[in-house]
């Protein structure tokens, strides 16, 4: 039986096909990978940025809680600001709020006088019996506030803590409560925490105790606040503006935080180029328009981004403002 094979002019045929298939094939996958890869990338992305505008929107909105009913006064007579902020114009904001966002708060359980030293003689001294169920507690960087018979409240740093639950409250020298408070006297616990971009480009969250200041978005190019003031007290905003600060007549108006988030994602995109200019801002009083303006870079415009905002309604307003 006669038996033929390819000849060698067939098998060569059969492989420069093949590999063109081969190769179109790869050229298909490659693509396909990197586009899945890119909007993979700007999904991730998406979910990540919007979880962390939820979170300090969330935060946002408790900004004064536990410091509605009353105006608080440091030692000194300077008031205290349940929200500031640190505008920039090159640049990402900041933004800082306090309140009792733990629901922290106790008893006196020892007799508070005007002034009360430990055995140094360097701080004030007493101690607090909580209440709450949870496992928080006071501690260094928070503030501790009790109502005064003046119809206000008295509002000091705390310097120390001590005792197996932390119920040993320390003052620093010399600022030691005004009046004395009762046993049984309740006393609240208020947290200060700041929003802000670092020169890397991450967004942090700092509360200002020893597990402070940790990160929680990267990629982050743009960080914007504008504040909302109700002026005249008819409870709609009459004015936005860039920021507020301690001691300012405005903090009294703030009734809403605007913010605005640009973050971008991981991966290149060659045949992409990002050439757009952002706005974040929004029209004030008389129609003047009120705007950050942010251009990429040249070194990252080939990196997709994408742009959030929110208005977050502040609930804990002091009720005499």
């Not at 006196?108 to 005007?114: A, D, K």
């Not at 909302?228 to 920021?243: E, P, T």
Request: with cysteine; hydrophobic share 35%; net charge positive.
């Amino acid at each position: 039986m006669d038996k033929k094979g390819f000849s060698l002019v067939e098998l060569l045929i059969v492989i420069a096909v093949g590999g063109i298939l081969i190769a179109s094939l790869a050229s298909v996958f490659v693509t396909q990978s990197k586009t899945y890869s890119i909007h993979s990338d700007i999904g991730e992305t998406q979910y990540s940025a919007k979880v962390v505008l939820d979170y300090i929107a969330k935060e946002i909105r408790m900004a004064g809680s536990g410091l509605r009913d009353k105006n608080y006064y440091f030692k000194n007579g300077a008031t205290f600001s349940f929200l500031s902020s640190i505008n920039s114009d090159t640049g990402p904001d900041a933004i800082r709020i306090r309140g009792n966002f733990q629901g922290i708060y106790g008893n006196i359980s020892s007799v508070l006088g005007t002034t009360i030293e430990d055995d140094d003689s360097s701080k004030e001294v007493f101690t607090v019996a909580y209440k709450n169920t949870n496992k928080s507690r006071f501690s260094v960087g928070n503030y501790i506030t009790v109502a005064s018979p003046a119809g206000n409240a008295e509002i000091r740093s705390i310097a120390g803590v001590s005792g197996t639950n932390k119920q040993i409250i320390k003052l620093n020298n010399g600022d030691g409560f005004n009046y004395n408070h009762r046993e049984g006297t309740i006393f609240n616990c208020i947290q200060e925490i700041r929003y802000y971009v670092d020169s890397n480009g991450t967004l942090r969250r700092n509360n200002f105790e020893r597990n402070g200041n940790q990160p929680i978005l990267e990629n982050v190019e743009d960080l914007q606040f504008m504040y909302g003031l109700d002026i005249n007290g008819d409870g709609y905003i009459d004015q936005w503006v860039n920021n507020v600060s301690d001691g300012s007549n405005k903090i009294d108006q703030v009734k809403a935080v605007k913010i605005w988030l640009i973050v971008r994602g991981t991966v290149p995109d060659s045949n992409f180029l990002d050439n757009r200019t952002y706005f974040l801002g929004i029209s004030s009083t008389g129609g003047v328009y009120v705007a950050k303006r942010y251009k990429p870079s040249s070194q990252v415009r080939n990196y997709r981004r994408l742009i959030f905002s929110t208005t977050v309604d502040l609930r804990n307003i002091y009720l005499g403002s």
